[in-house]
């Protein structure tokens, strides 16, 4: 089966194309559209076997003559909706959500799916009389410079076949949102998975909160609760990537409301298996998050023998706790002195471990199972 891949210059690009390239009957051909093919990557080092287009001519032509069976999209921002009219109409598409892609708003365009993002204090971030007045003069520019974004969205959303999301339940949200006629397809991360060895914390440690320096982590929000309660360890908090203005907020933030080594900020990158053994040392993870966001960083705590916060009112606390059943905790009702100073119950980690194996299928199931899932696109 030939497929192939609209990819992005992202640090999800390495691990996904693993995981394709190690199903055997697929012949994968991996496409970056850049404006300039001498441009400097950020994410991808290894550039082997990838082609880079620089116009809609090229890729369409390139598409034309590969005789594709689908195009497999890694990610659709409105800014990339370009690249769905060089498909021909016989192409099957499917779309792998992230989740900024479905959640954030773009130009004059609202987000497909919309739900509230931002709780109190992290909403004053985006508050100030310059911002609003920027974000003013924001919209009349994109109004008169783009001014058929969202017809361009409805042929998209008609055009495409599949939907990929990372959580099931965000693609009820879709259908309830959107006219969409596409189907659900496959909803995981694509990448290799292994096992790990079953561990839980005797008494508590470190805290992990959010993911990166975006927003929708509403970290501003969660330190607040944090501020005033002893705590055990340290609490770590990833900001390598995102938004450097908002990066500096929350640095801010921390500087004038903690000892200088309650918190720790990793705002510089760090490989993943340094990453990975430094959560380990976290007995507590709390995501501020409303919408889908940092499902690897779950994944690992929950295996890890974490205990883990979420708003109640998420769309990650509807899916791992009412839909999957994990022991995980709310921070409205469960972020305080007595949950923090106690790890996770070795039953209830064993339970979490157990669980998030069996929703997460072993590295060969996992081919096996996509494998069967393209074959029945091809066949449609």
């Known amino acids: 089966m030939k497929i192939l891949h609209f990819v992005l210059d992202d640090k999800f690009y390495e691990g996904s194309r693993k995981f394709f390239d190690s199903i055997p009957t697929f012949e994968n051909t991996y496409v970056l559209y ?12 290894n550039t082997q076997g990838l082609l880079f287009c620089s116009s ?41 959500i992230w989740g900024y892609d479905m959640y954030a708003s773009y130009r004059m365009l609202p987000p497909l799916v919309k739900i509230p993002l931002y709780k109190e204090q992290t909403s004053r971030f985006f508050k100030s009389d310059k911002q609003n007045i920027w974000s003013w003069l924001k919209r009349m520019y994109f109004c008169l410079l783009y001014p058929f974004d969202k017809f ?23 259908k309830k949102s959107q006219q969409i006629k596409g189907e659900l397809f496959w909803s995981a991360v694509p990448k290799r998975y292994s096992a790990s060895v079953f561990s839980c914390f005797p008494v508590a440690q470190n805290i992990l909160v959010g993911n990166s320096a975006t927003p929708t982590n509403n970290h501003i929000d969660v330190l607040s609760i944090l501020k005033n309660m002893p705590k055990a360890g340290t609490i770590i908090v990833p900001m390598s990537y995102g938004n450097g203005l908002y990066r500096d907020f929350v640095k801010s933030y921390i500087n004038n409301s903690f000892d200088v080594d309650a918190v720790r900020v990793l705002d510089t990158f760090m490989p993943l298996d340094e990453y990975n053994t430094l959560v380990k040392t976290c007995s507590h993870a709390i995501f501020g998050n409303m919408r889908q966001q940092a499902v690897g960083n779950i994944h690992l705590c929950l295996k890890s023998g974490v205990k883990v916060f979420f708003y109640k009112d998420s769309v990650l606390y509807k899916q791992f706790k009412e839909l999957y059943g994990f022991y995980v905790y709310t921070i409205e009702d469960d972020l305080n002195e007595q949950e923090l100073s106690t790890p996770l119950s070795e039953e209830k980690a064993r339970y979490n471990y157990d669980l998030i194996y069996s929703k997460i299928t072993s590295e060969q199931a996992a081919i096996s199972f996509v494998e069967q899932e393209f074959k029945k696109i091809e066949k449609t």
């Open 34 to 45: 850049v404006p300039d093919k001498k441009c400097q990557l950020r994410y991808i080092k």
């Open 56 to 96: 809609m001519m090229e890729l369409a032509g390139m598409i034309r003559k590969g005789n594709f069976s689908c195009v497999y999209v890694h990610s659709l921002s409105p800014k990339r909706y370009k690249l769905i009219f060089a498909i021909p109409r016989g192409v099957k598409i499917i779309w792998w």
């Open 152 to 174: 361009k969205r409805n042929y998209v959303l008609k055009r495409i076949q599949y939907y990929s999301p990372v959580l099931p339940v965000e693609f009820e949200y879709l």
